[in-house]
C-alpha cells in the first residue's frame, strides 16, 4: 500500500515554493542589476517604461500589479538617478506623466543583455524559462479573474 503524503508537508505546497523561489531569483539579478544602479523594482518599472513610455502613474501602477502609493516612491528615486521625469499631462493637468530621459533610454542598451545573463545564471534555457513564465501567468491569470491580485 503506498504511503500517503501529509497534505500539510512544507515541501509540497505551492505557495512555499514559488516564495522561495521569488526570493530566489530576486536575489540572483541583485548582482546584474548593481552595476546599471537598480534594484529589482526599478528595474521592473524601467521594463515597463521602456517598452510604454510616456504613461501615467496610475497605468505604470497597473501594469506592474501595485498601487500607485508602492509605485510613486520608485518613480521618485529613479527620477533622481535621472532615468525619467515626471510631468504634469498637459491633456489633463491633475494627471501626472512619465517620460524617459535621454539616460533612462541609453540605459536599456546596457540592460539589454541583462535577460541573457539571467539565463545563464539560472541554468535554464529559454524555451524552459517561457514554460515556466506561461505556468506563472496561469496562476497569475486566475488570481486577477478571481479579484486576488
Not at 25 to 35: G, H, N, R, S, T
Not at 47 to 57: F, G, M, T
Not at 110 to 128: Q, S, T, Y
Amino acid at each position: 500500500m503506498p504511503e500517503q503524503q501529509d497534505p500539510l508537508a512544507l515541501e509540497s505546497q505551492v505557495c512555499f515554493a514559488l516564495s522561495l523561489a521569488s526570493r530566489s531569483v530576486i536575489a540572483a539579478y541583485k548582482p546584474v542589476l548593481e552595476p546599471l544602479g537598480l534594484t529589482h523594482p526599478q528595474y521592473l518599472m524601467m521594463l515597463a517604461l521602456w517598452e510604454y513610455a510616456p504613461l501615467s502613474l496610475r497605468e505604470l501602477s497597473a501594469l506592474l500589479y501595485q498601487d500607485p502609493a508602492t509605485a510613486s516612491p520608485i518613480a521618485k528615486r529613479l527620477e533622481s538617478l535621472g532615468y525619467l521625469r515626471r510631468e504634469r499631462d498637459p491633456q489633463d493637468e491633475r494627471s501626472l506623466s512619465i517620460v524617459l530621459t535621454e539616460r533612462g533610454a541609453v540605459l536599456r542598451e546596457e540592460a539589454e543583455k541583462i535577460p541573457g545573463i539571467m539565463m545563464d545564471r539560472l541554468g535554464m534555457d529559454e524555451a524552459e524559462l517561457r514554460a515556466l513564465h506561461g505556468s506563472m501567468m496561469k496562476l497569475i491569470d486566475v488570481a486577477v479573474a478571481d479579484g486576488r491580485l
